[in-house]
């Protein structure tokens, strides 16, 4: 397994500085966020858990804000675009966790109300 989704609730309405991405309203409400990890699935896991860190990936920036909590996370054989783009909501930053992203998802952060 080398793809998971972390699925994060914000308790309210938040601007976010995402490192390089620019600056973003992120409203309240819950979010699918869709990332692999070639190894170390479980450090990978562990370190989005933990708020003390460098900050160095998009998904850093929204999970260091106080009203970001992740809720859930899971694993999956799938391959990361083909699970981002199965899952339904909004894009609310165009090119989130989608740097280097070759298949046209537009956004690795899904949102959902
Ligand atoms: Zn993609």
């Known amino acids: 397994m080398r793809?998971?989704?972390?699925?994060?609730?914000?308790?309210?309405?938040?601007e976010i500085q995402v490192g390089k991405l620019g600056k973003f309203?992120?409203?309240a409400g819950n979010y699918v966020y869709t990332?692999?990890?070639?190894?170390?699935?479980?450090?990978?896991?562990?370190?989005?858990f933990s708020k003390d860190k460098k900050l160095r990936w998009h998904i850093d920036y929204l999970l260091n804000s106080p009203h970001a909590q992740?809720?859930?996370s899971r694993l999956s054989q799938k391959e990361e675009c083909a699970l981002n783009q199965q899952t339904n909501?909004?894009?609310?930053?165009?090119?989130?966790?989608?740097?280097?992203?070759k298949n046209g998802c537009g956004s690795h952060l899904k949102y959902f109300q």
């Open 89 to 101: 909501g909004e894009i609310i930053v165009p090119r989130f966790g989608a740097s280097d992203c």
């Open 70 to 72: 992740i809720t859930d």
């Open 35 to 48: 990332g692999s990890a070639r190894k170390n699935m479980e450090a990978r896991i562990q370190r989005h």
């Open 3 to 14: 793809t998971y989704q972390l699925f994060i609730e914000l308790a309210k309405d938040t």
């Open 25 to 27: 309203s992120f409203p």
